[in-house]
């Protein structure tokens, strides 16, 4: 078979709303939000001008065993505790270890490790900065980890590219599969940086919202009274097979991935195009590469963040993909609940999109005020039907240095 379907056949996640994947899918349909006040010393010791953010539910070391988890960064904590949750649910499949790959990805990494190693460092000599250190805070901590973990031996690969990094990671795993480099692939994100450095950058380059006195409000996609994103964490896990290799061990299948694109601007390292041809381009491919037409989409999870100027630039670029017919396709933007998780928030997104061709239901879009009419999306703060009939969504990643992300996914 030349070009293989590839199927999702397990899911993990440890989300700001949700401690496990249907946790976070039932609290997503619910209208809850993630986002709170962050309990820290550290927020006033630094007079933060963000007080807020979008903290995992469940802490990873609460859930890990105490001797896994102190050898390892926050975000590969997370990694490890939804690929468990993920491989567990797929059914934990027999695999020739050399036919096992990892796509995984974070956008920033072990930034605790490197930062706390520091303070170590100027505090009490370099005698007392832990060996692991560097090991613990590397971007491909978190695949490299999952590689021992589980055996994985075709591959362990990591992709950083901001906040699209996940669902690059996603695309990634369809084409190594397609290329037939394994059977099954452990692909997802992770991402924990709640850190003061995190929030006082972001703050001053005015990206996040600073709405302290309504945390659980401050993420509000689509409305016109936005004022920027709200920083999550956490990280999401996918099983990818192929559909042949998922029969004939009898797993239960989700959804399809059927389709990917990954561009690149070339417009600003941190703003998007406003003309929106680059994450146009995305969309195409992962169309083009699912054999659809813009016509069969019945439903878009959006990037969505929030942000005065991210929202109107993505509306831009899928009426350049889908004409009018976008104010008629169903979109959700999840974040509104979760917040943002960078690295992680696409595979978190991915889950809630296959779970949303599985039930036939849009998720709801919370704290949607007055729409803003430069983002006339079809959207809603209630759960939207998708109806019967052959499903197809597209998932959406924009991130900082011009990355441009888009998974496909199908009904089964």
């Not at 010791?45 to 070391?61: E, G, H, I, M, S």
């Not at 084409?175 to 692939?185: F, K, M, P, T």
């Not at 009419?373 to 998708?386: K, N, R, T």
């Amino acid at each position: 078979m030349s070009n293989p379907r590839i199927v999702v056949t397990g899911i993990g996640a440890s989300s700001p709303i949700g401690g496990t994947a249907p946790e976070s899918w039932s609290a997503l349909l619910a209208g809850a939000s993630g986002a709170r006040t962050l309990e820290y010393d550290w927020v006033e010791q630094y007079n933060l001008p963000v007080t807020f953010a979008a903290q995992a539910k469940v802490r990873p070391d609460t859930v890990l065993e105490r001797p896994v988890a102190k050898r390892l960064d926050p975000s590969s904590q997370f990694a490890l505790v939804a690929a468990l949750e993920a491989w567990a649910d797929a059914g934990s499949p027999e695999v020739d270890p050399e036919r096992l790959g990892v796509d995984f990805a974070t956008g920033i990494g072990g930034l605790w490790t490197l930062l706390d190693a520091w303070d170590t460092l100027r505090e009490k000599g370099p005698r007392r900065v832990l060996p692991m250190t560097v090991p613990m805070l590397m971007p491909n901590a978190a695949a490299g980890n999952l590689s021992l973990h589980f055996g994985a031996r075709a591959y362990a690969r990591t992709v950083a590219s901001a906040c699209a990094s996940s669902t690059e990671s996603i695309v990634n795993a369809v084409e190594h599969l397609r290329a037939g480099l394994a059977d099954v692939v452990i692909a997802g994100g992770t991402e924990s940086v709640i850190h003061p450095v995190t929030i006082a950058s972001f703050s001053s380059m005015q990206a996040l919202s600073k709405r302290n006195d309504s945390p659980e409000t401050a993420s509000r996609p689509g409305s016109i009274d936005r004022d920027g994103f709200v920083m999550g964490e956490g990280a999401a896990v996918l099983i990818l097979e192929t559909e042949e290799h998922a029969k004939a061990r009898g797993a239960k299948i989700y959804a399809a991935v059927v389709g990917g694109g990954v561009t690149a601007d070339s417009y600003h390292i941190t703003a998007n195009d406003p003309e929106g041809w680059g994450a146009a381009r995305a969309v195409k491919m992962a169309l083009e590469m699912a054999d659809a037409s813009p016509d069969d989409v019945t439903h878009i999870n959006a990037h969505a963040t929030s942000t005065p100027v991210g929202d109107p630039n993505e509306y831009v670029a899928l009426h350049h993909v889908f004409g009018d017919r976008i104010g008629e396709i169903p979109v959700s933007a999840t974040k509104a609940s979760t917040g943002h998780l960078l690295g992680g928030t696409g595979a978190l997104e991915a889950i809630f999109t296959v779970l949303a061709l599985r039930d036939r239901v849009a998720p709801p879009t919370i704290n949607l005020t007055e729409q803003d009419p430069a983002v006339p999306f079809l959207i809603s703060g209630d759960p939207q039907p998708l109806g019967d009939g052959p499903q197809l969504a597209i998932s959406n990643s924009f991130g900082f240095g011009g990355h441009n992300a888009v998974a496909a996914f199908a009904s089964v």
